[in-house]
């Protein structure tokens, strides 16, 4: 149980173009869940947390209208890279908290490249 | 601000024991995770100390002590395939995590 995952897995798209990215809890309900970035050899940094039916929560630093975050059920969340410039390239990361557990999952991460 | 450090890289040998030592500094505290993470997969939970002591999970241990900001996970009996990036994140409160600089582990026969 508890797997998350996520779509698409990798995607290459040119600068000035939205990229949507999907992250659905599988077999669990996820009261919360969060999306993280992560450069080549560095861990990964907190962008925002989303709480189903209400607006996400962005980490200082992450532009909320560059990065559009929607949870509108309990299973699904996704990240919408607006306007992605190639700086955007990254590996991004969502992970989902079930409600009565303390740990996170994590899906298993989308490659963006933006040329 | 909040710091939480961890060595960079780390060898060693097959059927070795290795320690990856992690210190933080953050406001706010509620447990900490250790995850494993191989180039290009995302990280998968090895453990979570929120209690002062040692949690042993097979070849796995996590050590905690709160007052001192510190944690260790120590791997036993070491195996090629435990080389991989090795991840400390702090929870600091409804499961906000903050994660380590992160240990790249080689493993060498």
């Known amino acids: 149980g508890a797997v998350v995952s996520q779509h698409p897995s990798w995607v290459i798209c040119k600068s000035g173009t939205s990229v949507k990215i999907e992250c659905r809890s599988l077999?669990?309900?996820?009261?919360?869940m969060f999306w993280y970035r992560q450069f080549p050899k560095q861990s990964l940094m907190l962008m925002a947390t989303?709480?189903?039916?209400?607006?996400?929560?962005?980490e200082q630093g992450v532009e909320k209208d560059k990065f559009l975050i929607n949870h509108a059920s309990l299973t699904l969340s996704t990240l919408t890279v607006t306007s992605a410039h190639p700086e955007d390239s990254s590996f991004y990361i969502c992970?989902?908290?079930?409600?009565?557990?303390?740990?996170?999952?994590f899906g298993p991460g989308t490659r963006l490249t933006v040329l | 601000g909040q710091n939480i450090d961890q060595p960079t890289e780390m060898t060693a040998t097959e059927g070795a024991i290795v320690q990856i030592n992690c210190t933080y500094q953050?406001?706010?505290?509620?447990?900490l995770f250790w995850y494993q993470q191989h180039a290009g997969e995302a990280p998968t939970f090895l453990s979570y100390?929120?209690?002062?002591g040692l949690e042993e999970k097979g070849r796995f241990s996590s050590f905690l002590s709160r007052s001192k900001g510190y944690s260790y996970l120590l791997l036993k009996e070491l195996q090629m395939k435990d080389s991989a990036s090795y991840l400390c994140?702090?929870?600091?409160?409804?499961?906000?995590?903050?994660f380590g600089t992160g240990t790249r582990l080689l493993v060498s026969p």
């Open positions: 992970s989902a908290r079930e409600r009565r557990r303390n740990e996170q999952f």
């Open positions: 077999d669990f309900q996820a009261t919360t």
């Open positions: 989303s709480n189903e039916g209400s607006k996400a929560t962005y």
């Open positions: 953050t406001s706010g505290f509620n447990g």
């Open positions: 100390n929120v209690l002062d």
């Open positions: 994140a702090v929870n600091k409160s409804f499961q906000k995590l903050v």
